[in-house]
């Protein structure tokens, strides 16, 4: 048996399962925001399954950003108590054991390559459009970090061939730079694009309820899909995965999965692009299932 924790913003989930990838429980409770409250919410969720099922035999925690390398402590957490504070540490001196913590990205992306979308590939590029724009490596099962955890974070990297207009309707990314993909693919960057272009103030189920009646709604979706295919031609160019699997809010725009394949072959540097884009299967889940599938 295996625990997996999901850390996120304003809750935390357990599940065990078995090596099946069977599961046997789950429970949901609400995140404390403030790190003693949120590693006591962690501690008596994994208590609490083993006291109900037994010993098991590995624990892995996903968590919005990721332990340094370097110091040992966490860094790039939205939720941002976490930041600096040496939860790996704490958390394996508090239950006696090893833990592994890995970005929540990176979880969903080994979840999908074990048993998701992404089964049986060897190379799972996992993107996460939700409130932010992340993803994960997965090689062959196993999570690529990187030399500096960084593997996977294309959020960050600058929409390629910006028109003048699609520089003016964004809005500057929280990370200093100008640009970013995650501020025209994630939730709040596409509503934000669209309300500067449109003087609205709507958010992003707002904008798409209404297409394809509405000229705008199409508009905003056709644009989406052309963001994705060019922020994602990087990651096809760089990588060359054999599948990208979508997960998030975002992800469920069916409107995506009709046009994505065919506009991401226009901007790949090749003839043919056999990798394909897909919907994950394992909707929410995907994060608190790849972190128990962490070894
Ligand atoms: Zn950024």
Redesign the pocket.
Known sequence: MKIGIDLGGTKTEGILIDSSGRELTRKRINTEKNYQGTMHGIVSLIKEFENDFGDVESIGVGMPGCVSHDSSLVKNANSVWLNGKPLKIDLENTLKRKVILENDANCFALSEAVDGAGKGKSVVFGVIIGTGTGGGIVINQKVIQGRNNIAGEW??ITLPNRTEEEKKFNKK?????DG?I??YLSGPGFSNCYNLRNGTNLNSHDIIKDYPNNAKSKFALEQYVDHLARGLSIVVNVLDPDIIVLGGGMSNINYIYETINNKLKEYVFSDVCHTKVVKNIHGDSGGVRGAAWLS
């Open positions: 959020g960050h990314c929280y990370c200093g730079r970013c995650e501020t």
